[in-house]
């Protein structure tokens, strides 16, 4: 079996940020403030290792459904982050895109998002995938939605082009902090034949030493593609893959 290189695409379910303030005696909001740091350092060190694609999960279409006051945390500390992180972003030549359902943001948000992406879409050192108001089950009715508003025939093919991560491969390794071992409505169409790690650090915690463990366990897997092992020594896609 030869090893795998490291991955291209890593994405990663970022759990465990009210946990990690609660045990620190700290409201829920100050675990999310950490967990934007713990984002910063874990795409300057998916950089460093050369992946060219993080995809992260920021907040799902069932997040609304929290206390109205977290949720409002949430947003702010959103619009928050983003004005004070592009400029460091754009320089580092991260490309910045978000993924998910635009009806429900704020204007504040939106506005946000759209400058956040027009001023780094040039960049092409990583990608950095935000999913912000993201379902997998969203994601597949409204790239249906919009292969039918086409005309498009129902194919896996032509779905996987109207789906909202469209512009890259899909991920080789998706990681899930704090200890659940779900995938609560992240990647369903994309993750297909994603390896998966599950870490029990809560996602503030989550260091480039726990990253270099999860891509170590991946570069160890077998990944198949449905074929048999010698058949595919199976580094390549599988048939209708993008
Ligand atoms: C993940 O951390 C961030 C969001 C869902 C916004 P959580 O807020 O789910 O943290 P736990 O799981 O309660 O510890
Ligand atoms: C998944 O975490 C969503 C994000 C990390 C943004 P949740 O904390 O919402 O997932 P569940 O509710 O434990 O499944
Ligand atoms: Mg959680």
């Known amino acids: 079996m030869t090893k795998q290189s490291t991955p291209h695409h890593v994405a990663i379910v970022m759990d465990g940020n009210g946990r990690w303030a609660s045990?620190?005696?700290l409201p829920r909001l100050a675990g999310h403030k950490q967990g934007v740091d713990s984002l910063k350092r874990c795409a300057r060190a998916c950089d460093a290792r050369g992946i060219k694609v993080l995809t992260v999960f920021a907040f799902s279409s069932e997040n609304w459904q929290r206390p109205q006051e977290e949720v409002s945390g949430l947003m702010d500390l959103f619009a928050l982050a983003l004005g004070r992180e592009v400029s460091q972003l754009k320089a580092d030549g991260v490309q910045l895109r978000f993924i998910g359902e635009r009806q429900g943001l704020s204007t504040r948000v939106l506005k946000g998002i759209e400058q956040a992406e027009a001023s780094t879409a040039d960049n092409r050192k990583l990608v950095l995938n935000v999913c912000f108001n993201y379902g997998g089950?969203?994601?597949i009715v409204q790239a249906a939605e919009r292969a039918a508003a086409q005309g498009l025939a129902m194919t896996e093919q032509n779905l996987s082009q109207m789906m909202a991560l469209a512009h890259?491969?899909?991920p080789d390794l998706v990681i899930?902090?704090?200890?659940e071992q779900r995938i609560s409505n992240f990647l369903l169409w994309q993750s297909a034949y994603s390896e998966f790690f599950f870490?029990?650090?809560l996602w503030p915690d989550f260091d480039e030493v726990?990253?270099?463990q999860a891509i170590e366990a991946y570069t160890f897997r077998e990944r198949r593609f449905g074929k048999v092992a010698d058949q595919s020594d199976a580094a390549s896609s599988p048939v209708g893959a993008n």
């Open 210 to 212: 726990a990253l270099d």
């Open 176 to 179: 899930r902090t704090g200890g």
């Open 23 to 25: 045990r620190r005696f």
């Open 168 to 170: 890259v491969p899909d």
């Open 137 to 139: 089950r969203w994601d």
């Open 199 to 201: 870490s029990d650090k």
